[in-house]
């Protein structure tokens, strides 16, 4: 039997003395208490038992591949653990490896299974192994601040098998800048119908404010109060406001209390709290937030409720005017952390001013009290539309504006007797102007002198306005507007020293139908079947082909133009710039476009049919609508001007269609082109129409100058998009990229009409030139996957470090293939300050030896 203890007073200093009996530790039950003791103290001292490593993953060496891992923020929530993964792929694309998740401890194994059960699609591209990073494969240090983006090129030179990188967090949008349709398919499908949730419709319109307060209130993230959230959601309402639909208003986030009370003080529009899991919050994001206000600047959960959203139109609060903790680390960039078309909103003072913001304040009160503030008081909202404008001015007025010598150059210019939307007597100039030129290229004085026949002239500056999206091109889609004298017969522009004369011509004097299309520049084009199935779509809903074109295939080009003799197309030319007489500083024009200047051929069209068409669309090739419920484009258009009055603009979203080539032009039948319904359950980024007195600048996708509640996002109809056809042999021609297709029945379309397209075609082949010409197409896609492999190494699968454009594509030249080039005459000003100015004249087409971009 243990003989173990017997207690005895220790009258001196009142302790309990034990005395042990030596059997004691000869006694199994003894050394049983000590080792759970040993156990119990270890747990005591673990900071988090569900950070014990697991044992370390078993790994082949020597294999064909490379791979990449990373470290991860496992115990951190949803959000992080997107940025982390997300990020980690479109690094191991752009380095050609395979990406790896390790699941290194139970925190890991919990950021798995919680990001699988919302975006299974993402989590399928990583290679999973159960265990921790073996010790052999070397740690790389990368990313080393949460929130600033690293140039993921500073890796490439690596070249061991296995890649391990030290950073975690990767909080920057810039890391899969290309990714967002493609993460949003990777969702997956909503069980949760959130049947106490409005749904986004043509006649709802559903905005998302995002809360998050709880733990950011602990650890000093910056927490928006509720007067702050009530003065941002009317200021976004405010901008955001769509006629003729019920607005809506749903809470998100992890104080219900708090947003039960923004929710009952709600009065100018019914509003509700989301019951939801973090998982179906982003889902219902996904498909019903048309837009969304985050609250709280740094919350990794409202910033992609955002990116996922439906709308893609987001408001933050801009974290440089708050006093989070974050800003003090240094760790965290705006630019690389916010999108750039998102919107930030401020607060009218910030309380961590340092001590040259201190100066600059004093400066800017002066300004503010004495200039600004008394023309807008009681109105705090408009603080936020003439911010840029302000901060353009303090900084003129303190640091200056110096120039730089640089170079321009003028694609076209059209001058107005009359106009309806210009004005008499009106100039519309579409040019390239270098950023680096100034601060703010649409502050540049261009001074334009006009003269006429009675030889009187008149000097004037007009307005320019810039419709471009990446900054990382220096030359900028300005388009000048001013108004100058009747019957202009000369146009100079001067810099006080030096003049150049620039072409002007008249716009069109009438239109070939009341629904121009406008289709961006064809370069190396080869797909005469996408070029036939839109003319003869087009033409059967009332709609006129205008395409550009920089080189297309010969027997191509001789397709079009026989196409455009039987009216349905106009051809016109798109160039190749350069600057004639440069200098040692020029820039080479195309590398430093974006792409290839397609804003600047969309507003090329939309000025030359500004005075005579009804409507104008700007299209790619491969995008093609079908009305739906209308039997024309000019009924469905004038539909929607008429039942959205105050609108400018209607996007069209587009859904990509399964699409199969055929070698013979005989074999083209579009009951089976179109009549079916695979397509990818995803919306991408769409294309405008508009009526061509309604705006007078455009971007590819859209126009940047004026406010979005101009905007109509249809969700009644798409435009079917026919971007990756399958080639005659049955093989994909682009095998990377693939599109997810699903059978979606309610995309099918009218099957009697597409019978009747037919019939157009039929009767085409019987009796026109076109058969002879079909014996000299191409059967299969040659330059077609070369390009769209290029644009994807260059920029769809990762950031846009560079100019996007195709300048630097490798083209291999075939003898049997030749293309068609628009070919001009250059010329070039004198040297001028601070811009010289080049332009073109004389545009024909030749025919040249091989094809080049």
């Not at 191409?778 to 070369?786: A, D, L, N, R, V």
Request: hydrophobic share 35%; charged share 20%; with cysteine.
């Amino acid at each position: 039997m243990l003989e173990i203890i017997r207690l005895s007073s220790k009258t001196d200093n009142g302790f309990l003395v034990v005395k042990y009996s030596k059997k004691a530790f000869k006694s199994p039950i003894f050394w049983m208490i000590m080792v759970y003791s040993v156990f119990l103290l270890r747990a005591i001292h673990e900071d988090d038992p569900f950070e014990i490593p697991y044992p370390p993953a078993q790994v082949n060496f020597k294999t064909s591949r490379k791979f990449i891992s990373s470290n991860y923020a496992a115990s951190s929530r949803l959000g992080n653990h997107l940025f982390e993964l997300a990020s980690v792929l479109s690094i191991a694309r752009e380095l050609q490896r395979v990406p790896i998740f390790f699941i290194e401890d139970c925190y890991h194994e919990k950021m798995w299974e919680d990001t699988n059960a919302l975006i299974p699609g993402l989590m399928n591209q990583f290679l999973v192994i159960n265990g921790s990073v073996p010790r052999s494969i070397r740690r790389t240090t990368f990313h080393a601040k949460c929130c600033t983006f690293e140039n993921p090129s500073v890796l490439e030179n690596i070249q061991e098998e296995y890649l391990h990188l030290k950073g975690t967090h990767y909080q920057s949008w810039k890391y899969f800048s290309q990714m967002r349709n493609e993460l949003i398919g990777f969702l997956k499908m909503p069980t949760n119908h959130f049947f106490y949730l409005p749904v986004s419709s043509q006649s709802t319109f559903v905005t998302c404010v995002h809360v998050r307060r709880g733990d950011f209130l602990r650890v000093g993230f910056h927490v928006a109060d509720e007067k702050f959230i009530r003065s941002a959601m009317h200021f976004v309402a405010r901008q955001e406001e769509v006629r003729r639909k019920h607005m809506t208003t749903v809470y998100f986030g992890d104080d219900f209390k708090f947003m039960d009370y923004l929710r009952n003080s709600t009065t100018s529009s019914d509003a509700y709290v989301s019951q939801n899991s973090p998982s179906d919050d982003l889902l219902y994001s996904k498909s019903n937030c048309d837009v969304v206000f985050i609250s709280a600047a740094h919350s990794t959960f409202g910033w992609w409720m955002g990116y996922l959203s439906k709308g893609n139109r987001v408001y933050y609060t801009d974290i440089q005017y708050t006093n989070d903790y974050i800003l003090e680390t240094g760790e965290f960039k705006s630019d690389d952390y916010y999108p750039p078309h998102w919107t930030p909103l401020k607060y009218a003072g910030s309380d961590n001013l340092t001590e040259w913001k201190l100066l600059l304040a004093g400066l800017s009160l002066f300004i503010i009290f004495f200039i600004i503030l008394p023309p807008i008081i009681g109105s705090d909202d408009r603080f936020i539309n003439w911010y840029l404008s302000f901060r353009h001015k303090v900084t003129v007025l303190i640091l200056g504006d110096s120039t730089s010598n640089t170079d321009a150059y003028i694609i076209n210019t059209y001058y107005y007797p009359s106009s309806k939307s210009l004005g008499n007597d009106a100039l519309a100039m579409v040019l390239l102007l270098d950023r680096n030129t100034m601060r703010d290229i649409t502050r540049h004085q261009l001074t334009l002198i006009a003269t006429n026949a009675d030889n009187q002239s008149v000097t004037v500056v007009p307005q320019l306005v810039k419709e471009q999206l990446n900054e990382a091109c220096r030359l900028v889609n300005i388009v000048a507007t001013a108004n100058v004298l009747p019957r202009m017969t000369k146009l100079e522009i001067s810099d006080g020293e030096n003049k150049v004369e620039v072409p002007f011509k008249l716009p069109r004097k009438t239109s070939p139908s009341q629904v121009m299309i406008c289709i961006s520049p064809q370069f190396i084009a080869e797909q005469w079947q996408l070029f036939i199935s839109h003319a003869h779509v087009a033409s059967r809903f009332g709609g006129h082909l205008h395409i550009y074109v920089t080189s297309m295939l010969d027997s191509f080009f001789e397709l079009v133009q026989e196409y455009e003799r039987l009216g349905y197309v106009t051809l016109d030319f798109w160039i190749r710039m350069k600057f004639q007489n440069g200098s040692e500083t020029s820039l080479e024009p195309n590398a430093n476009s974006e792409l290839r200047n397609q804003a600047g051929a969309q507003t090329d069209c939309l000025l030359q049919y500004k005075e005579t068409a009804e409507f104008i669309t700007f299209f790619d090739i491969d995008d093609i609508l079908f009305p739906r419920g209308y039997d024309s484009y000019f009924d469905e258009f004038t539909a929607l001007h008429a039942q959205n009055p105050g609108i400018l603009t209607f996007h069209y979203s587009k859904r990509e269609m399964m699409v199969h080539n055929k070698a013979d032009i005989y074999d083209i039948n579009f009951p089976e082109i179109f009549g079916h319904t695979w397509f990818v359950n995803e919306e991408d980024y769409g294309k405008v129409m508009t009526k061509p007195t309604n705006i007078n600048s455009m971007w590819i996708h859209e126009s940047f100058n004026f406010s979005y509640k101009k905007k109509f996002f249809l969700d009644s109809n798409y435009l079917i998009h026919m971007q990756k056809p399958i080639d005659t042999d049955g093989k994909d021609t682009i095998p990377y990229k693939m599109s997810k297709f699903e059978i979606m029945p309610e995309m099918q379309l009218n099957s009697s009409v597409l019978l009747e397209i037919q019939e157009d075609f039929v009767s085409l082949l019987n009796f026109t030139n076109i058969s002879m010409i079909a014996e000299k197409l191409p059967k299969q896609s040659y330059y077609f996957p070369i390009i769209y492999r290029c644009y994807y190494e260059k920029f769809y699968k990762k950031f846009q470090k560079e100019c996007p454009n195709g300048e630097g594509c490798l083209i291999p030249q075939r003898s049997d293939m030749n293309c068609v080039h628009s070919k001009v005459d250059y010329k070039s000003g004198p040297p001028m300050k601070p811009i010289t100015y080049h332009f073109h004249e004389n545009p024909r087409w030749v025919k040249t030896i091989g094809c080049h971009a």
